[in-house]
């Protein structure tokens, strides 16, 4: 029988902790407080819609409380040149658990997330850890992403299959770790030009030109051709759902039409299609935002219903 095209749909759900160094909790209380109110509405539509999803969580999330969380720290942590970067250091700007301080822990969330059919829960490291800063070295990666299962095993019974690198620095020296830490799959970066470097200042002016018109070949990709390096499956982004903004209204029906065409394009010739996004991302104009998300699950359905398209995670990719 032959194999029909895939629709994965990866999260990278950070709280404060994705931008703890630029992101002064003060000036965002109402912001991650809307992200909280709209993961479980999030959740309702995928199980309504038998939608999957890989949730691909920081580990300091995953405590209980402070106390666990300092517990399960690593003794060695990362060395980076710029310590603003570090998340550890900024232990002292948080409360006692998730009742006190729902910006950094998440605790019940993972637990809705878990007990929702069909999503995964995947790592996003430990710390939102950086792999190509300088002054960081492989065994503080090691250390960090060992934490992160040790508490995903004692919190939530579970091991972890799936690897999003903190702002999309992938970093293939590191996959022999990752491999040893028991992930089987990672999202790499989309096999296009403006991807090859997330350095450079025009990088980000093209991604964002290629939300909405073609500058790149076709990122829908054959799964028979993914990589699989040192046992890790390597499973390219295809786009970063760009939330709604206000200023951006004009060029909303470029940016779905966009998504929606490609979407189209992967179903017809049997290929997979990879949309990705924080859950941060959709908690202003909530709702224009998830009047956006069902337009493009109900154009997975149809999709579904004429060319058999499938909802996945990133962990099924370790079952094909």
């Not at 942590?77 to 970067?85: A, C, F, I, V, W």
């Not at 998730?98 to 929702?116: G, M, Q, R, V, W």
Request: aromatic share 14%; with cysteine.
């Amino acid at each position: 029988m032959k194999k029909k095209g895939k629709f994965v749909i990866s999260l990278d759900f950070e709280l404060r902790w994705g931008g703890v160094e630029k992101w002064s909790i003060d000036c965002k209380y109402s912001y991650f407080l809307e992200t909280r109110k709209s993961i479980p509405q999030v959740l309702l539509l995928f199980k309504q819609n038998d939608i999957k999803a890989t949730w691909a969580t920081v580990g300091f999330l995953f405590a209980k409380d402070k106390k666990q969380l300092l517990d399960y720290s690593p003794s060695i942590q990362p060395t980076y040149s710029n310590q603003k970067l570090s998340s550890y250091n900024y232990f002292n700007e948080i409360g006692n658990n998730e009742k006190n301080d729902p910006y950094h822990f998440a605790y019940s969330l993972i637990t809705n997330i878990l007990e929702t059919p069909g999503q995964e829960l995947g790592t996003h490291t430990f710390s939102h850890y950086y792999c190509n800063e300088l002054g960081q070295t492989i065994e503080e990666f090691e250390a960090d992403l060992q934490s992160a299962q040790n508490l995903a095993r004692d919190n939530f019974g579970i091991s972890l299959k799936s690897l999003v690198f903190p702002r999309n620095q992938y970093n293939p020296y590191y996959l022999n770790v990752v491999e040893k830490q028991g992930i089987k799959v990672v999202r790499s970066n989309p096999d296009v030009w403006f991807w090859k470097s997330t350095k450079g200042k025009m990088m980000p002016a093209f991604r964002a030109m290629d939300t909405l018109f073609s500058i790149s070949r076709s990122l829908s990709f054959d799964s028979n051709d993914l990589k699989n390096n040192n046992k890790i499956i390597e499973l390219p982004a295809s786009r970063f759902f760009r939330p709604y903004k206000d200023k951006e209204m004009f060029i909303q029906q470029l940016k779905m039409n966009r998504i929606k065409g490609e979407m189209t394009y992967a179903a017809k010739n049997n290929l997979d299609y990879h949309l990705w996004w924080h859950p941060h991302n959709l908690a202003e104009n909530v709702d224009k935002n998830h009047n956006q998300l069902i337009e493009i699950i109900n154009h997975f359905k149809q999709l579904r219903g004429k060319y058999g398209f499938e909802s996945t995670t990133m962990g099924d990719y370790a079952k094909i």
